[in-house]
């Protein structure tokens, strides 16, 4: 049975209200994704060569687009910070929707672990450090910011992935010139099925390099998280995640040109900074070296944001019941302090195993599940609640959805057929998380429904509103 909330137990649960409009939270989306525009995709290139690695680029394109679309519908429709579990909770019951969060909070756990590795191998690169001190420093400056406040944490977030952005647009413009697109097809056509100068390792190596695709995407999908601090979410959400949806299908499409159109595309399948490389091919040392530092901030940012991701998203979790009911307490700046800080903490003991692509494939396979299910979600909710309000449409409706649905269900099987070893231990956790909810949590859910929560939570806002 389900426990009834009273006005002080949501009184104790309340993030700040009006701070986010759809400016803030487009520069959310871009930078949840932003470090993966320097690093990561290009290996997919490694596995498909770059026309198969186009082809990956663009389904995945396709299914985040389809994605965005109808995550912006139902944001609008249920401006609830837990995203996708509050949408899943809604279309599939309270089963549907923890499963869906579970997927996204593997995600956003474990990618912040694989981009603080990333971040100490840039550190090293600049200042000879690394190791479990710069992990340690990183996410306690960090989370520490967050706990400042959700208005100042964001507006740090926006100059940091706003110096990131920089480095990628003036990276293209340096590079265009030098631009040949005979270098995109310097991979020698192997004897794979499908194989051709076009794609050198045939369907095989698109498949595998679906997952190195999302990586440009990757994370988008957490602008809903932030509906409970927009100003108008039922406007702020949808205009905040498809704008940036759409400039990131921009910076993509830039740097899976240009790149190996300057270095060609079997150098940079392999490097490690492919940004700096193709810039030290062109010949522009100086700029190389800048964008160099300025990767740390594109790292930071995505860093930073999806910290703020996993908060709410424990946040919302927490205050349903569905995990520790403690983890979802507010501080005086209405700052969920403790899902800050213990999500921190696994995330950090994550690092330490030193292995940033495991963690990546991990956060993968969550996502690709959240992916599905959200997409589930909607097709459900048009079917079975037709009538509800919904202030933005998705255009095509559940032919968008399913779309996304599809894709995001061959994607998982390319985190497969690239990493086995990602995929079995992320199912572990499913059925851990499983077994916790199964065992323990689903009979302490404080509200019967999702309706019954939201009708609370306007009750509680008003009360305080009210309240001299």
């Known amino acids: 049975m389900a426990e009834q909330m009273d006005q002080d137990y949501l009184a104790k649960r309340q993030l700040k209200r009006g701070t986010a409009g759809w400016m803030l939270l487009a520069g959310l989306g871009v930078s949840y994704v932003i470090s993966g525009d320097f690093a990561g995709w290009n290996f997919g290139i490694g596995e498909a060569g770059w026309g198969g690695f186009a082809i990956a680029a663009v389904l995945m394109g396709i299914m985040y687009l389809t994605l965005v679309l109808s995550l912006a519908e139902m944001s609008a429709s249920i401006p609830a910070a837990g ?43 600049l200042l000879g450090f690394n190791g479990p001190v710069v992990y340690a420093l990183f996410y306690l400056v960090f989370i520490g910011i967050h706990l400042a406040g959700v208005g100042e944490a964001l507006k740090v977030m926006m100059v940091i992935s706003g110096l990131a952005v920089v480095a990628i647009l003036g990276t293209a413009v340096a590079l265009i010139g ?235 099987t390319g985190v497969f057929a690239y990493d086995p070893r990602a995929f079995m231990y992320t199912l572990v956790l499913f059925v851990i998380g499983a077994a916790y909810f199964f065992l323990y949590s689903k009979n302490r859910l404080v509200a019967k429904t999702p309706e019954e929560e939201f009708n609370m939570l306007a009750q509680a806002e008003a009360d305080l509103t009210t309240t001299p």
């Open 83 to 125: 995203g996708g579990y509050s949408f899943a909770r809604q279309a599939m019951g309270p089963v549907g929707g923890y499963m869906t969060g579970l997927a996204v909070l593997i995600e956003y756990a474990l990618a912040p672990a694989a981009i603080v590795i990333f971040i100490g191998s840039a550190v090293e690169e």
């Open 178 to 412: 030098d631009f040949d697109a005979s270098r995109l097809f310097d991979i020698a056509p192997t004897d794979a099925a499908g194989a051709s100068e076009l794609m050198p390792f045939g369907w095989y190596g698109v498949w595998a390099a679906l997952p190195f695709a999302m990586w440009l995407f990757l994370a988008v999908e957490g602008v809903p998280l932030a509906a409970e601090e927009a100003k108008d979410p039922a406007k702020d959400v949808p205009k905040g995640i498809i704008g940036a949806m759409i400039f990131l299908l921009f910076t993509a499409t830039l740097v899976v040109l240009l790149l190996a159109g300057v270095t060609g595309a079997e150098a940079i399948g392999s490097s490690a900074v492919p940004l700096v490389d193709a810039l030290n091919v062109a010949g522009k040392p100086t700029l190389a070296t800048l964008v160099n530092v300025l990767a740390l901030a594109g790292l930071v940012a995505s860093f930073f944001s999806i910290i703020y991701g996993y908060s709410r998203l424990v946040f919302a979790l927490s205050r349903a019941g569905y995990l520790p009911k403690s983890l979802s307490l507010t501080n005086k700046r209405k700052v969920p302090a403790r899902a800050l800080i213990v999500p921190g903490v696994f995330g950090f003991l994550a690092s330490l195993t030193g292995e940033g692509d495991l963690m990546l494939g991990m956060a993968v396979v969550g996502a690709t599940v959240s992916y599905a299910l959200m997409a589930l979600s909607h097709i459900l909710l048009r079917i079975k609640q037709p009538n509800m309000p919904r202030p933005y449409r998705t255009p095509g409706g559940i032919v968008t959805s399913s779309i996304a649905l599809v894709l995001s269900i061959i994607a998982l």
